[in-house]
């Protein structure tokens, strides 16, 4: 009777354990599964080239409509025909202190014109040697948490008839907490999409989207034609945005800084209306996101955050009209911010731009030989 009992027990105690792994498996599971807590309810893709982010307000249902009956349609259903030409595009070395070569004034003044000029041409009617099948995805960031049940509704209804809305349910959606709305998506997104690059904007910020992936995989092709040539060295990772060195740290206001301590200036950063960043940078973010301090502005952040690694291409482009008052429109310009939607529907029906633009706002090139006060006074004309 009592070998009976022991065995009783072992068998007891094996099951009792053989449960509780079942159920711990069964727990990182779930852990490891972001997407069917952030509303997305989509299998793991491996093949989007580029992942488009749009920051976006619970309540602008609207401006969220606007973007996808106008720029979101630009994107290619399958296969470019006509690449921009890799020779007009820079890609930068590594120095002998073992960190990437910054891209002088007057290369960014010759890329500039090279674009224009190819632009007028006929370059641009020829078929690439080698077409590129090409899958782009986009996703609207939206905080649920404390709101509304009528507001949760219509937001569950429009991701029943879009499905492209990523619901954040641990963040509270204002317009001061930006920081920590970026973190949580590019969490969710490096976790549950495979993609080349990311392009984050708000959602009142119009993309040129087929002329910037144009652009996209002529860059990706270059890079990847010179793999080799950079050895032991890491690959130069993108983040490409129009840039300020020369933003003085805000010490009262709404953008008061409570914890930039860094120095006099922010760190140079792309302005938060658009820019681009390659996956890893995003893996980066995404895998230091609990020890990241988090600053007032999310672009200010993301700069921070990105100014140690040796690797990261910065690309200053005057391209990207994306700070908080809009430039004068220029032909050129392929991400513009602050457009409303009636200025997003009659850029895409044709017309250059809407709106004059600010005349005091001068477009510049990005002089990183120069101290952040003299990094940005070689103005385009």
Known sequence: MRRLKSVVTFIVVIAAFSFGSFITKILILVEKCPAEHSGLHVATHADNFLLVLVLSSPRNMEQRNAIRGTWLRLSPRHIFHSYYPEELLYLPNYGPN??????????????????????????????????????????????????????????????????????????????????????????????????????????????????????????????????????????????????????TIKLHGQWKEYNYYLSKNYLPYALGGGYVLSRKLCEYISNNSQILSLYASEDVSVGTWLAPLRNVYRWHDPRFDTAFLPRKCKSYHIVLHKRSMEMMAQIFDGKLCSGTGHSSVLEYYYDWTKTADKCCDNLVP
């Open 98 to 247: 073992g960190h990437l070569e910054i891209e002088l004034v007057e290369h960014q003044e010759i890329r500039l014109k090279e674009y224009i000029n190819w632009k007028k041409s006929s370059k641009n009617l020829h078929s690439p040697k080698r077409a590129r099948k090409i899958k782009v995805k986009h996703m609207f960031a939206i905080g649920t948490m404390q709101l509304g049940k009528a507001i949760q509704d219509n937001l569950y209804r429009e991701q029943g008839k879009h499905n492209d809305l990523l619901l954040l349910p641990n963040h509270y959606d204002t317009y001061y907490n930006l920081t920590e709305k970026i973190l949580q998506a590019m969490n969710v997104l490096t976790q549950t999409f495979e993609f080349s690059y990311l392009i984050k904007v708000d959602d009142d910020t119009y993309v040129k989207l087929d002329t910037l992936i144009n652009e996209l995989i002529s860059y990706d092709n270059k890079l990847l034609h010179k793999e080799r040539e950079y050895g032991t060295n890491p690959l130069p990772q993108l983040y490409w945005g129009y840039f300020n060195g020369r933003a």
